[in-house]
């Protein structure tokens, strides 16, 4: 079997080795004679997995006991409703940046979830072609805001906040970071929570990770069905009703590789040498490429670029899977070309696609 480099921005690529691992744990989990998919959530096999999933998550983010770990269905576009029922009150204020497809979308769905609350857009990417992420300055806080919601790595243009924003006095800051959680390491202290759906960096679609912070769950602004509770999910232990089951497995095992890697300073170090790479390519071609973000703030995961025209765009997809890289083509909201480099992302699958890249150059530049 040829597997083939791929750089699809989600679901995305995973570690040879453990899709082995979980080859083997779909016949049978660790000796029980009973595979992952078969296992009853409410048996010691499951609760094994559900402990290992808890237990690697809070060791590989170096998680405090401050913050709960939920396993919750659905993915992050579920989180962009679920977030605002949780944590902000009618009548409350949250600030929204709008710095990516991702941020628009939250703002969307966060206004129709609690409408009677306020979410105010204090920077509108739309205006700069989504280019950049906020200075402070561009990104003033509203005062009284319960939190400020922000995305530190956007998916789609290729941003990357380098530092967190700033947010209003006592107010908390709440993290998409889908594609890059577990890629640098977080500031606890300022998070009130971070979510990430699974199909990036933790491997299954249709499941978020939510690391929040216990006080916030205990102030949750009213009651719901306990299914989009984050504080009934916390209550009780991410298995309120039959979770999905493989998709927290397959995090644990997730972990457990990059425990194993190094942790996050070496997926950090990883990411910096990937992106390095493609940088250097994109540079050397003497503006065939260009980047669709600001050099400040861009983004060592998702390396979004274009070449002089849409025909050429699509060719250099095209040609690249023929070539055995796969994954190529833009956003749609975006065009050009992506590269998304997550946690799992191999070395060679880099050269692979910057030999391709500086081949192209010549032969078509
Ligand atoms: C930053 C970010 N947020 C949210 C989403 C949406 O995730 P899901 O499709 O799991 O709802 C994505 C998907 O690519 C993303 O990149």
Request: hydrophobic residues 40%; contains cysteine; negative net charge.
């Amino acid at each position: 079997m040829t597997r083939i480099w791929n750089f699809s921005a989600g679901p995305a690529a995973m570690p040879e080795p453990v899709l082995r691992e979980l080859g083997d744990d779909l016949l049978d989990l660790e000796g029980t004679g009973i595979g992952i998919l078969e296992h009853s959530h409410r048996q010691p096999p499951f609760d094994r997995v559900l402990s290992g999933a808890l237990d690697s998550c809070r060791r590989l983010g170096g998680i405090p006991d401050s913050h709960d770990i939920l396993f919750v269905p659905g993915g992050a576009t579920v989180q962009f409703a679920l977030l605002p029922l949780n944590l902000l009150p009618d009548g409350g204020v949250a600030d929204y940046p709008d710095t990516d497809v991702w941020t628009a979308k939250a703002i969307v769905e966060g206004r129709d979830a609690v409408p009677a609350a306020q979410i105010v857009v204090p920077f509108e990417g739309k205006r700069c072609a989504y280019d950049h992420v906020p200075s402070d300055a561009e990104c003033p806080p509203t005062a009284g805001a319960a939190y400020l919601h922000y995305c530190s790595n956007n998916t789609v243009h290729g941003t990357q906040y380098h530092r967190p924003p700033r947010c209003a006095e006592g107010a908390v800051l709440i993290n998409d970071a889908s594609s890059e959680i577990f890629s640098r390491p977080v500031d606890w202290s300022a998070h009130g929570m971070v979510y990430a759906s699974g199909q990036k960096n933790l491997g299954v679609a249709g499941m978020s990770v939510i690391i929040v912070r216990r006080d916030l769950l205990e102030r949750a602004p009213r009651r719901l069905p306990s299914m989009f509770s984050y504080a009934a999910h916390a209550k009780a232990g991410s298995r309120i009703n039959t979770p999905p089951t493989f998709a927290i497995h397959t995090l644990w095992r997730m972990c457990q590789w990059m425990i194993g890697e190094g942790g996050v300073a070496e997926m950090e170090r990883r990411a910096q040498t990937r992106a390095r790479m493609v940088q250097e390519a994109i540079d050397a071609s003497g503006g065939f490429y260009r980047f669709l973000a600001q050099s400040a703030c861009r983004s060592v995961i998702n390396a979004s670029f274009r070449l002089p025209t849409a025909q050429l765009d699509e060719r250099f997809w095209k040609d690249a899977a023929m070539e055995g890289i796969d994954g190529l083509a833009g956003h749609r909201e975006a065009g050009g070309i992506r590269a998304s480099m997550y946690n799992s992302c191999p070395l060679p699958a880099v050269e692979a696609l910057v030999a391709f890249m500086r081949e192209f150059n010549r032969t078509k530049g």
